[in-house]
């Protein structure tokens, strides 16, 4: 009998299973949950999709184990990829990403899914803490198919009823045809994944809604951690576990090295 | 036979094809205070580093430096060093080694530094409107963000084609794009194992272009395999793990306890402001060591060797 699954191995999972045969998807570096999430989908039930991994292309249907590498720029991930791109060209490219799935980390989000990776405070000249940026999270999350947002922390200071600054789009304002009306041609976020919850968004609104909760978080302790009034439906059901195949797959082939265990 | 003007001009003495490799020592003909530089490479591989040291030795003031769209710790150290003025780039770390660039964010945070913010469609956008000698060239990444107001040169625009508003990113236009790659001839053409990131465009962009190269090959070794040849140097320099710190495709890996020190420097800076580090830093890779050959000694042989890609 194996060890019950982790959060981590719930969240990639949930990742998983949301992504299906023949699809493309887009993960960075050193995003083992993302990473373990989108190759668990193609080992598990995704023989047709196309991996992208930092800027190698994938195709492990065959392959037994693929080690996680920490760096981008890790030429040695080349030894499981059948194709490597060049930066400019995975960005610039969107019309290629038109149709893939992709993930946007953040340092707030707001009830309508959008999202700053750029710093906090008031004055962007002055930032109390300067962020990351956004890397290429504005580009393709105007373009691609779908998005979803991604925090290793649900806390009221990362879901906050107003962003600092805005560095990716979700619902902008709100409403079903919001990215429409800014000409965002990308299918805008689908659900937000933290260590406590899935939340998804209100078909009409799009504000931000409680889907499930983690084995062990209680709905009143996901409010509790949420800056801003999040959509809380009369019953919200436990995220679903990955079952004995998942989690074999999880453990054995895409994450031997226990990062999602840690 | 009647020779014309026009063909005596033609015939003006050169009959010999010219070697552009540069000697170590003529990098400080191609950099001077207030120009705008691009660093190619991306994160923690391929930075141009024999020429950053340079730049740094130097002191030079006041550059424009255009990161790569993953800029690295590159960065970082012309900031340390304070010759900085504005940086163009999404980003300045070495992520997991360092998720941010600790200098890079003091200085920001304290407004030492203008960040010109983007994203990386922005960057790359206005790096192929300096390759198409346009003013310009439209972005729909960062349409309804904060990107136009934090950074007021991305100006939102009503495309006169289709009616969308879409940003209108300008040239970024450097006066020289400085690349790290595998291999160039003595005429400047380089060859790359792996991809070469977006060192292609930086290239494209820039008005000149100097690259360092792990090794200088024959002119037969190049056109073996023509089709590779990715660009077309200004001036090549022979820089045996040049890249150090960082890895260099086909050849090492990155250092990460040497990197461990740079960062650890920095982040003592951003602590408390202590520069005894990083000054210390500075004094032992850069200033006591006038040339790369110095440089390496300094890193010492044992820690490069260690760096092997596959052996370990």
Known sequence: ?262 | MHMGDHSADVLNGVTERRSVVLDESALDDWFRDGMSIALGGLATACHAMVAVRHIVRRRLKNLTVIGSAVGGLDVDLLIAAGCVRKVICPYVGAEALASIGPFYRAAAEHGEINVWECDEGQYYTGLQAAGQMLPFLPCRGGVGTSFPEINPDLKPFTDPVRGETLLAVPAIEPDVAVLHAAFADGYGNVQFVGTGYADRLLWRAATRTIVQVERIVSNEEIRKTPERTALLASAVLRAPYGAHPFSSPGFYLEDRAHIAELVEAGRRFARSGDRQPIEAYLTRYVDTAPTHVDYLEAVGLRRLFSLDEYTR
Not at chain 1, 11 to 20: E, L, P, W
Not at chain 1, 75 to 93: L, P, S
Not at chain 1, 218 to 240: H, K, M, N, W, Y
């Open chain 1, 1 to 262: 009998m194996s060890a019950p699954a982790t959060v981590k191995e719930v969240m990639a999972t949930f990742i998983a299973r949301d992504i299906t045969d023949g699809e493309e998807v887009f993960v960075g570096t050193n995003l083992p949950v993302i990473r373990a999430g989108a190759l668990l989908a193609h080992l598990h039930h995704g023989p047709n999709m196309r991996v992208m991994i930092a800027h190698t292309r994938t195709n492990l249907y065959h392959t037994p184990v693929m080690e996680h590498f920490q760096l981008l720029t890790d030429w040695r991930a080349g030894r499981w990829a059948e194709g490597y791109f060049n930066d400019h060209e995975v960005v610039f490219y969107q019309k290629s990403r038109r149709n893939s799935v992709f993930f946007v980390g953040a340092l707030q989000i707001d009830a309508f899914g959008n999202s700053n990776l750029i710093g906090l405070g008031k004055d962007p000249h002055r930032l109390i803490l300067r962020g990351p940026g956004a890397i290429a999270t504005t580009t393709n999350a105007s373009h691609v198919r779908r998005f979803y947002l991604y925090v290793n922390e649900h806390s009221p200071r990362v879901f906050v009823e107003r962003c600092d600054f805005v560095s990716t789009v979700g619902w902008a304002g709100g409403g079903a045809d919001a990215r429409r009306r800014l000409g965002l041609p990308g299918g805008g976020p689908r659900y937000c994944i933290t260590p406590l919850a899935i939340l998804d968004f209100d078909e009409q609104s799009k504000r931000m809604r409680l889907f499930s909760v983690h084995p062990g978080v209680s709905v009143d302790q996901v409010r509790a951690q949420t800056g801003f009034e999040l959509i809380v439906p009369s019953t919200v059901p436990l995220t679903s576990l990955p079952n004995a195949e998942e989690l074999a797959i999880l453990r054995g082939r895409v994450d031997p090295q226990g990062l999602l265990r840690a």
